[in-house]
């Protein structure tokens, strides 16, 4: 699930610039406008490219209006110089963040005071960070898994933490399930939409309707957690 970088085909279009084509066999046409400002449309392998230039033409309005409110987002994406007084996302809240001298760790992490990075980590404070993100990820995550397994109907799987920036979560065939350190910036009851997702999958390897039932049998305003990804994911970095 999330959102991952499409392969596809780089196109432009007029009236609306550049876009991103992809084929599949698919049998309609979607169109979407990504969270970093890009247009995406998914189209039957055959389709000529001039029908989907039409609907670009026939949905320019929209598109316009979507990528109006996507580059507002975009523009308000955290840009961290690692200086006290900045704030930095853990499980939904935005925390305070100091450099500090002679601190035992690189980084520490204080519900009260938040974060401290020692001045001798601070060019690298970006690796710092996501390594302590990592670590935290892993941790909560292992057990969030543990709890809805069960839940969800199905065993305990391997657990992987990725670096993947547009995917939040994936299934394997062979029974893996893998997540985002980045995840661990978003609330407590996203993380655990995305936990249910991806173990839902061991059941459902697909977006079906059976699939979506074995979700809301656990999340049952799943929508409400999902949209939240979808509107805000962007903002979930260092």
Avoid at 142 to 168: C, D
Wanted: charged share 25%; net charge positive; glycine share 8%.
């Amino acid at each position: 699930m999330g959102m991952r970088k499409p392969d596809g085909e780089q196109r432009t279009s007029p009236v609306t610039g550049a876009y991103v084509l992809v084929r599949s066999r698919r049998r309609t046409i979607g169109l979407e406008v990504r969270p970093d400002a890009t247009i995406l449309v998914r189209a039957p392998v055959r389709t000529p490219v001039w029908y989907v230039e039409s609907l670009l033409r026939e949905k320019a309005g929209w598109i316009e209006d979507k990528l109006t409110k996507a580059r507002s987002h975009v523009s308000l994406l955290p840009r961290h110089d690692f200086l006290t007084g900045e704030r930095f996302r853990y499980l939904g809240r935005e925390w305070p963040f100091v450099v500090v001298a002679f601190q035992e760790t690189a980084l520490t992490f204080d519900e009260k005071t938040g974060f401290s990075l020692d001045m001798a980590a601070f060019d690298r404070g970006e690796v710092v960070f996501e390594e302590w993100y990592r670590a935290q990820a892993r941790e909560l995550l292992a057990e969030r898994v543990h709890h809805y397994a069960p839940l969800v109907g199905v065993s305990v799987p391997r657990l992987r933490i990725t670096g993947a920036k547009r995917r939040w979560g994936s299934c394997s065939t062979s029974g893996t399930v893998g997540f985002a350190w980045r995840l661990i910036m978003a609330p407590m009851d996203v993380v655990d939409y995305v936990v249910v997702h991806e173990l839902a999958h061991l059941r459902e390897m697909n977006h079906s309707s059976r699939f979506w039932e074995v979700v809301a049998g656990v999340i049952p305003d799943h929508s409400t957690r999902r949209r939240w990804l979808k509107d805000h994911g962007g903002m979930l970095t260092i």
